[in-house]
Structures are given as structure tokens and as C-alpha cells.
């Protein structure tokens, strides 16, 4: 694969909107906040990807080392960087033949600096990655028992000294516990978007663009000054599409940061905190939210 084909694959990574980022689940038969249930889950995903426990266990201090800073605790991803377990890179490689000249040489011009890591450690790492992608595969063949295993007064005050700036108990938030099942609501308040991408989501080219608040708009800004503003489909490395007020598709081609592309997502502080939440803060506001009656 040439140098232009891996950047491509790479740049295929579209603005991150939302997605579930809570502890893995319990195997099918185990009780939901169980001492043992994630490493249950892991020691599943890897015999499943068919990776060596030991290597994978090397690849696990590796990423925390290298990679975690940037990519998040299980690879999905922070602001500016990358959700690895999504990259078209990981899912479409073999054996390390896409991901190993990535780790090797980095990617400078996007901000990764080669790590200078030896073909051994490429091999671990590229072994967890593998593990990642196969826990993320299957999710469907675990259970979800029960999700309101945290500490409602926790929660409260995690709400109080983080959310409340945008939300209220006692306003767009009341009765919420009353409308959704646990799970729901982690999912809901975790994905607020739905897991969808840009402001049409995954609806196909052209696919009109949800009106609503949380919409993502984008204002594209030409060396001529010209200026295309609308509700942003897609974004990658080479190409930004939108639909503009008058309900007009745009798909426009770009170079570098030529066209100029401002990006404005009304949810980019819940986009933010998915990096920063503990497994206990997720937990912890889900119980209080489910409070909320």
C-alpha cells in the first residue's frame, strides 16, 4: 500500500460524534459489577482474536505507555486524536501489515510522532489492537445485566461540579430516570448524538441532515474568501460535505487546510469529557440520572 493509500485509510476517521464509552460488558452468565466480569471479558476477546495472553499483556503496558495519552484508555479515541478501534487501518489489517509501518514511522503531519518502539513491541501492540477490535465486534454475545451498579450521591456531586453548567435536575433533565432503563440512559447521556456522525450521520450521500440543536455545522472558507456555511455530513483528510440553509449538498475537496474548515459542535464538551470519565463517574452519574424520577 503506498504512502497516499495509508494516509487515506487513516484520514477516514470521521469527526467523532458520540459513542458508548463505558466498561466493557459482563460475558453472557455473569453478574453486572463483579470483581472478575471485565477480565472475564477480556480473557474472552482475547482467545477469541487468537492473540497470545502474554503478548496482549505487553501490548497493554506498551499502550499505556505510548498511546493511552492520546488515544484514550481502550483506544477510542480524545480530543484530536484518533478512535483507533474504528480506524479502518486496524480493522482491515493482517498480521501487522498496515498497522506496523504506522507505529514505525508515525505520522508526523498528523501530530504522531514515530516511537521508535522495535519490531517486537509493534507486535504487541498490534496484538491488543486486534483484541480491541474483536471485544468491539462482538459485542452482541454479551449480556447486559444491569448498569446501575454506581453511587447515586456521588453522582449527584459529579453532576453538580461538571454538568450542571449546561443541564438542570430539575429542568431538561427532570423525570429522565422515569423514561429510560439503565442502560438506555448510560447510552443516552454517554451518546448524545446517538452515535451519529457529523449532521447526517450515516444516512448515505446526501441524506438529509437532522434538524436539531445538537446538529454539527461547518463554515468552509475558500482562498478567495468565498464562504459555504451549513450542517456538516462528512469530514475526512481529503473532503468536507454539508447542506447548507437552503437545503443545497456540498461536497468539497481539500488540501491540507486548503479549503479553510471551522468546525462547531454544540455537544464538543461531552465529545471532551469521554476521555476524561472514569469507570466510576460513568456509574456514578448513571445511578443519579436514573434517580431522577
Not at 504506522?102 to 513491541?121: C, F, N, Y
Not at 461547518?218 to 459555504?228: A, E, H, Y
Not at 461536497?251 to 469507570?279: C, G
Request: glycine letters at 12%.
Amino acid at each position: 500500500m503506498n504512502h497516499r493509500a495509508l494516509r487515506h485509510c487513516t484520514g477516514l476517521l470521521f469527526l467523532v460524534s458520540g459513542f458508548l464509552y463505558a466498561q466493557e460488558p459482563p460475558v453472557a452468565g455473569t453478574k453486572a459489577g463483579g470483581a472478575n466480569d471485565s477480565k472475564s471479558v477480556t480473557a474472552a476477546a482475547v482467545a477469541g482474536a487468537k492473540v497470545d495472553p502474554a503478548a496482549y499483556q505487553r501490548g497493554t503496558e506498551l499502550y499505556a505507555t505510548y498511546c493511552k495519552g492520546c488515544h484514550g484508555p481502550t483506544g477510542h479515541g480524545g480530543p484530536g486524536a484518533p478512535d483507533l478501534v474504528r480506524s479502518l487501518v486496524v480493522l482491515e489489517d493482517e498480521k501487522g501489515l498496515l498497522i506496523g509501518p504506522v507505529l514505525r514511522k508515525g505520522r508526523p503531519d498528523a501530530g504522531m510522532p514515530a516511537l521508535g518502539l522495535t519490531d517486537a513491541q509493534i507486535s504487541d501492540l498490534v496484538d491488543w489492537l486486534h483484541v480491541q477490535t474483536y471485544a468491539a465486534d462482538h459485542r452482541g454475545t454479551y449480556a447486559y445485566q444491569d448498569v446501575l451498579t454506581g453511587n447515586a450521591k456521588q453522582g449527584e456531586a459529579y453532576f453538580n461540579t461538571t454538568c450542571a453548567r449546561c443541564h438542570s435536575a430539575a429542568g431538561d433533565l427532570k423525570g429522565i430516570g422515569a423514561r429510560y432503563d439503565g442502560f438506555a440512559l448510560q447510552a443516552r447521556w454517554l451518546a448524545p448524538r446517538g452515535g451519529r456522525g457529523g449532521g447526517g450521520g450515516r444516512g448515505g450521500r446526501g441524506a438529509p441532515a437532522p434538524a436539531t440543536r445538537a446538529a454539527i455545522t461547518v463554515t468552509v472558507t475558500f482562498p478567495d474568501g468565498k464562504k459555504v456555511s451549513g450542517t456538516l455530513d462528512r469530514v475526512d483528510d481529503f473532503n468536507v460535505s454539508l447542506r447548507d440553509s437552503s437545503g443545497e449538498y456540498h461536497s468539497i475537496n481539500r488540501e491540507r487546510d486548503v479549503p479553510k474548515v471551522e468546525i462547531n459542535d454544540p455537544l464538543k464538551t461531552h465529545m471532551d469529557l469521554l476521555a476524561k470519565y472514569t469507570d466510576a463517574d460513568i456509574h456514578n452519574v448513571t445511578a443519579y440520572l436514573a434517580s431522577l424520577k
